[in-house]
């Protein structure tokens, strides 16, 4: 994942101009290394910054220049750098920003401000999240306990309700992917078997999605939450620990039931596989397999739930619709990720495998069975943490 040079010349160009509104000279920083940004595709810097002018140091500072998503406006911004400052406050590994010479802790630097928003956002190091290995059982119940802490910290966010659009509550989320999966449907490139499992899923996501939604009336307790709480967006110390070293990527911050959160992050972690090819300094973004024939994980779910129930105890009546919550996220997790490549099919080189994607899709029809089986069972485990 080596990025072209004519890449690298537009990062180092783009991060010249950036840098100067926080009067930082030439010599005081340079580039380090890179991560992937929006879409997977534009590579964002990390930069050592020394005031001396010695940015070779070791213990040189390191900054990740971020530019904010162009369909996020300024109120945003301010929502979500409050958002985190508490949570860092509050002991999570939630980087800050670092402020400028004025003070401001952002800079615009085009006339369209959501196209030119840049922070610089303390590094905070870490190895990406395997299924697989000696720190993955740790890391997973790291990850659900330190969500359950998220969630209880930001019960005591003083902030105004930052809602989302009704256009992305979750069962208009749902309805968007469900949506896409039935656009696949009509690709005739992907074969017909293909086609008609995924026209299969769709419609009974249509019919689950509609059902969850009802059950999930606004009766549950809610918060800001992270928005995208995964394993792409945390890393995790390289010991037997598995603690989590940093949670990133708050682009998707907003009020919503933690229900919602809980079942999208167990979907994750616990439903889809995460591997890092050898050599990858970042966990890829792209397909991310099924772990079991049908549903989740038990062993794993189990764990997750148990962690996450030590910190955050469900309210009443709130662990029963823990599968509800599951099947209004499935489509928007399948999308991006076990089906991803049928799905985005566009956006994927070469031709697709039938016969590992037709896996996939069996996968996702057993995916309803497996919840009605054990919706029982995962709401025992959350409450009885």
């Known amino acids: 994942m080596q990025p072209r040079p004519a890449a690298l010349d537009a990062m180092q160009d783009e991060a010249r101009v950036a840098l100067a509104a926080w009067e930082l000279d030439a010599g005081a920083w340079r580039i380090t290394s890179y991560v992937p940004g929006m879409q ?41 750098q409050a958002f985190m400052r508490h949570l860092a406050d509050a002991g999570l590994p939630v980087p800050t920003p670092l ?26 190091p870490g190895q990406p999240f395997e299924t697989e290995g000696p720190t993955a059982s740790a890391g997973l119940s790291e990850a659900a306990r330190t969500l359950g802490m998220l969630h209880q910290a930001s019960a005591e966010f003083s902030w105004g309700q930052h809602h989302w659009p009704a256009e992305r509550a979750p069962l208009a989320l749902a309805q968007t992917y469900t949506d896409l999966i039935h656009a696949a449907a009509d690709e005739s490139s992907l074969g017909q078997p ?25 009766r549950f307790p809610a918060l800001h939450i992270h928005g995208d ?49 050898e050599g990858e300094k970042f966990q890829p973004t792209g397909v991310t397999p099924p772990l079991v024939d049908d549903g989740l994980d038990v062993v794993r779910a189990h764990s ?7 910190e955050a105890p469900p309210d009443v009546g709130e662990a029963d619709a823990l599968a509800d919550a599951l099947a209004l996220v499935f489509p928007i997790v399948f999308a991006n990720g076990a089906g991803e490549d049928m799905v985005f099919h566009a956006d ?24 009605d089986r054990y919706r029982g069972t995962l709401a025992e485990v959350w409450a009885g943490a």
């Open 348 to 371: 994927y080189e070469g031709e697709l495998d039938e016969e590992d994607a037709l896996a996939r899709l069996a996968w996702a029809d057993r995916f309803w069975l497996w919840l």
């Open 229 to 277: 709480y995964q394993p792409h967006h945390l890393a995790f110390a390289p010991d037997a620990s598995g603690q989590v070293t940093a949670i990133v990527d708050f682009d998707a911050a907003h009020w919503e039931q933690r229900l919602i959160e809980l079942a999208y992050s167990l979907l994750f972690f616990t439903g889809v596989r995460w591997e890092r090819p």
């Open 304 to 310: 997750f739930l148990a962690a996450y129930g030590q």
């Open 194 to 218: 293909v086609c008609d499992g995924l026209l299969r899923l769709a419609d009974a996501c249509d019919e689950r999605c509609e059902l969850a939604a009802v059950a999930l009336s606004p």
């Open 99 to 124: 402020p400028r010479p004025d003070g401001h802790t952002y800079a615009i630097l085009a006339e369209d401000a959501a196209n030119g928003v840049y922070e610089l956002q303390r590094w905070l």
């Open 40 to 80: 997977g595709a534009i590579l964002r810097p990390i930069i050592a910054i020394s005031q001396e002018g010695n940015p070779d140091r070791p213990d040189a500072p390191r900054y990740l220049l971020r530019r904010q998503t162009p369909d996020l406006t300024e109120d945003d911004l301010h929502f979500r």
